[in-house]
């Protein structure tokens, strides 16, 4: 096969396989994870359902997939606001305050995020989320932004569980003041 026809062929599916974790997504938020059916994914997404079963066995695997992508486009995002800066303390400030904002936006359906929470890709992402807020704790600690007195990765697992409040806050300003009383909990001593 030509190059080309090849590049056509991969794209298409990736546009299909895209088209079915939004209309998978849409359809969750409209009827509840309960009521969706592979019939009704196939049919918001334009596609017969033979075509649906040779991306997806079912529509918990569809539902992981669609979580998989926002959990990778997510990392994308703090990695972006991470290298906006070159200073090390306002690149950990930067990135702890746009992970505390993402936390704020839940899900509020308890079936969806206990099948959601419960897949290997959500542990892989907070080990890598761990990795990057620890290496900006280190950077920091070697600038003299932050405490040297307790390992980046004790201040790593601090900082994310200190967040996580963040998920029960409904405001902007109440993150930012979260951010800023986890941020000077890692500010070194002045003795």
Known sequence: MPKLWDATIEAHRREVHSAILDATAALVADRGLLSVTMSQIAGRTGIGRATLYKYFPDVEAILLAWHE?????????LAAIRDRSADAGQRLGAVLEAYAAHSTRGHHDNELSALLHRAEQVGHAQRKLREMIRDLLAEGASAGAVRSDVTPDELAGYCLRALHAAHDLSSTAAVRRLVRVTLAGLRPDPD
């Open 69 to 77: 992508r926002q959990i990778g486009s997510h990392l994308d995002h």
